[in-house]
């Protein structure tokens, strides 16, 4: 697994350093390369490995791949911030607002998201100017206000409740924070090769959930110099988890069993979904 994520990351980081290349030395544009600096890719891998199953090549879907990272980063850069979750630490790095201010954050933050949309219209991904509108139009929902930002707005609104959240709600709420950009990056591949998205939307469905499930347990049992973050922020801050709902041993239950769904859900394609199952079992085995 880590070699395939290896290669990936290789190809995400030329093609970022393509489109940022023409960009100058301003703490805007230097804090951009800054917030795409490491980090797992996931979500990249998730999207050249659904357009593999499909006929795509990596040569076309990187670009995707590039995009969703983009957009990932951008999202951290203002989670980050002292108005949101107010860390210091993202991946073993001071976040952008330490390493500047906050007002470079905020246009880090703003470039970036831009930047993933710009990327899906490269022609490089050599598909239908269609497709480009689909995978554009499908971002715009999965990270706005029907996706992520819906999240992000339940998890600020939960800080502040009288009542905390039940699972129900947790989990509605994971699914549109975390959820949403973990779905859309399954579903790229498939929609690059023009094919039904379903099996890959319940893998990444189960595998989005138990990708949170497996944060919290590490906001527990972490280490912070291994996750590059701060931890135990949950438990000091009161928060509703899945870890205080469930306990720590049936929530690594839980994520088991997702991982089993998300592994089922890829039957249709038989063997040659094994790298996509194998991540799924990464996910849940990670220390950062």
């Known amino acids: ?82 108005c949101m979750d107010d860390d210091d630490l993202r991946r073993g790095q001071p976040t952008v607002h330490k390493r500047w201010d906050e007002a470079t954050a905020v246009l880090v933050g703003d470039a970036l998201q831009t930047l993933a949309f710009a990327l899906l219209t490269r022609p490089e991904m050599a598909v239908s100017s269609q497709i480009r509108v689909e995978l554009i139009a499908s971002l715009a929902k999965s990270s706005g206000v029907q996706g992520m930002v819906l999240g992000q707005a339940q998890d600020i609104a939960a800080e502040t409740s009288e009542t905390p959240l039940d699972l129900a709600q947790i989990t509605e709420l994971q699914g549109h924070k975390t959820g949403a950009l973990i779905e859309w990056s399954a579903c790229a591949g498939a929609i690059l090769g023009g ?4 099996p890959l939307r319940a893998y990444a469905k189960a595998l989005g959930l138990a990708f949170q499930i497996h944060d919290d347990i590490l906001d527990v049992e972490g280490d912070v110099a291994k996750t590059g973050k701060a931890v135990g922020k949950d438990a000091d801050a009161g928060k509703a988890t899945f870890v205080s709902l469930l306990g720590l041993e049936e929530a690594k239950a839980r994520a088991e069993r997702l991982v089993e769904q998300a592994c089922a859900a890829l039957s249709p394609y038989g063997s040659r979904a094994e790298p996509l199952r194998d991540l799924a079992r990464f996910v849940i085995s990670r220390e950062t």
């Open 1 to 82: 697994m880590q070699d395939d994520l290896a290669r990936c990351k290789a190809a995400v980081a030329a093609c970022l350093e393509t489109a940022l290349a023409p960009l100058g030395s301003m703490p805007v544009e230097e804090g951009m390369r800054y917030a795409l600096t490491g980090g797992k890719r996931l979500r990249a891998f998730l999207v050249m490995e659904g357009a593999t199953l499909h006929g795509v090549s990596a040569e076309h879907s990187v670009w995707a791949a590039a995009a969703i990272e983009a957009l990932h980063a951008y999202s951290l850069v203002h989670d980050d911030l002292p």
């Open 195 to 198: 094919a039904d998205p379903a």
